[in-house]
């Protein structure tokens, strides 16, 4: 879509990157640690600087405490995390159950660890845990469940109770819970991130993913982590040694940078852009006749178009692109086990300026003609 949206001189509303830079602060953290030699291998788990932040802002976000040298695995973005998490931790042949619509580097994950994934299919427009569906898929192969809260590309969060359920069959089944948090700052209304690795029996079962990029809106710096006991850290640990290595030092002092500044008044700044954000695109979409959930967290909204077109997700996506030059994600490309789901709806992103976001709804006001 990417490329559809060059070509068409379209807006990307596709691909979830900001069109604003990150805080000057942290590029100025950056350039600094690379005046200062700071340009050689970072050790194998992160450098000190970065893992001894993550660890203060665990203690500040969530009550929990972490040893920076046993417990964080800093990495080449979320998505290597979650490739040294599985690729650690499964076994061929090993069951992982996924929530559809998913991120979609979790599928070829498995598949290069030779594992075999089963779904639970969230269900617009409410997305609910069904206790029954999903502990229907729980069998004697089954070894891991991914979490992924805030939700992408849903906006949901998922409630205590709902955590509480993947705990209780989590512990039940002896499952590692992956849970990918890379959106635990972007939340809206009145909803909280609970990282399920506070929850008593996912405590040691919790490798818990974050990310600088969509925090501190730093998509290309690629930089993430994981948290979690020490015997899952060093399983993930494993298999970073010889994916990557290691992280781009200089920016992990950027990354250490923007932690503390989230505590320095960045997290309200963040919150009050991006509910701007959010509700200037679902009143607009919701004028323009689509139907729309309400997402909670995340910056992207799922938007219903059957009022709009018979066609499917794919063809109307491209048609948004070629006759309004707005460029959006088909979502049947997130599902799996149930892609019709997925065919009547596209996802936005609203990770960009208000000027862009409006921009891009008078593009769409011509669907109304
Ligand atoms: N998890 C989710 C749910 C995502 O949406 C993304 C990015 N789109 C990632 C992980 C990957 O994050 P990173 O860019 O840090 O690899």
Not at 37 to 50: I, K, T
Not at 186 to 198: E, G, K, N, T, Y
Not at 223 to 237: D, F, N, S, T
Not at 256 to 267: D, I, P, V
Request: aromatic share 8%; charged share 25%; with cysteine.
């Amino acid at each position: 879509m990417t490329q559809l949206a060059n070509e068409t001189d379209s807006i990307n509303l596709a691909q979830g990157f900001p069109d604003f830079d990150g805080p000057e602060v942290l590029m100025e953290a950056v350039h600094e640690a690379m005046r200062s030699g700071e340009n050689q291998y970072a050790p194998c788990r992160g450098h000190a600087v970065l893992t001894e932040a993550i660890a203060e802002n665990r203690r500040l976000t969530q009550g929990v405490v972490l040893d920076p040298k046993e417990n964080i695995l800093v990495t080449n973005g979320a998505t290597e995390a979650l490739a040294s998490a599985l690729l650690g931790l499964l076994n061929p042949h090993d069951e992982v159950i996924v929530f559809e619509p998913f991120y979609d580097s979790y599928v070829p994950i498995c598949a290069l660890a030779g594992a075999v994934p089963r779904y639970y299919t969230l269900r617009f427009p409410d997305f609910e845990l069904d206790e029954d569906r999903f502990s229907s898929l729980i069998n004697g192969r089954t070894r891991m469940v991914i979490l992924n809260s805030p939700h992408n590309p849903t906006g949901k969060v998922f409630s205590l109770e709902e955590l509480k359920v993947i705990e209780r069959l989590c512990v039940q089944h002896d499952l590692i819970l992956v849970s990918d948090e890379v959106y635990e700052e972007i939340l809206f209304d009145q909803a909280r991130h609970i990282s399920p690795s506070v929850l008593e029996g996912l405590a040691d079962r919790t490798l818990a993913i974050s990310s600088a990029g969509k925090t501190l809106s730093v998509t290309g710096w690629k930089v993430g982590w994981a948290m979690g006991p020490a015997p899952l850290i060093a399983a993930a640990e494993a298999a970073h040694q010889f994916l990557t290595f290691s992280t781009a030092r200089p920016l992990q002092f950027g990354v250490a940078r923007g932690l503390a500044l989230l505590e320095e008044g960045y997290r309200e700044i963040l919150r009050s852009e991006y509910t701007a954000r959010r509700d200037c695109m679902m009143e607009a979409l919701a004028e323009l006749g689509f139907k729309v959930s309400r997402p909670q967290g995340s910056y992207f909204i799922l938007a219903d178009f059957k009022d709009h077109s018979e066609g499917d997700d794919r063809a109307f996506a491209k048609h948004l692109a070629k006759s309004h030059r707005v460029a959006v994600i088909p979502t049947s490309a997130f599902y799996q086990a149930c892609p019709e789901e997925g065919r009547r709806l596209i996802r936005l992103s609203f990770c960009k300026e208000l000027s862009t976001l409006r921009d891009a709804i008078e593009r769409l006001r011509g669907l109304r003609s």
